[in-house]
């Protein structure tokens, strides 16, 4: 799978908290018709790593991103105690290449 990242909309992210309005943008080459939820996780804790210098604690997905523009996933991370749900949509896609982003809410959930 194609790791390379295509950035978009910055995030906006507090160091600690890790949490506030943003979105990140990804780029991977499937040969499915969707992104393993596994590698959605793993990418998304990468780039919030990248964007604020602080990897979460934990990202999940429980299950996969569709390869259809418009399909969405909630996903969960945990940074310092605190969990946040993140929505993953499917932006585009181009043969093989599925682009999405990532938006994490702003509040913690529970």
């Known amino acids: 799978m194609n ?3 295509r950035r978009g909309a910055a995030i906006g992210l507090g160091a600690l908290a890790l949490m506030s309005a943003g979105a990140c943008s990804f780029n991977f080459s499937v040969g499915g018709s969707s992104v393993d939820g596994q590698t959605v996780a793993d990418e ?15 990202v999940t997905c429980p299950e996969d991103l569709p390869a259809e ?11 310092d105690g605190a969990t946040y ?10 043969g093989s290449d599925v682009n999405f982003d990532i938006q994490v809410d702003e509040q913690p959930s529970g």
């Open 44 to 58: 998304s804790a990468a780039m919030l790593e990248e964007q604020v210098g602080q990897a979460p604690d934990n």
């Open 69 to 79: 523009v418009g399909a969405e996933i909630r996903c969960e991370l945990t940074a």
């Open 3 to 5: 790791a390379g990242i």
């Open 85 to 94: 749900g993140m929505t993953v949509t499917t932006t585009t896609v181009e």
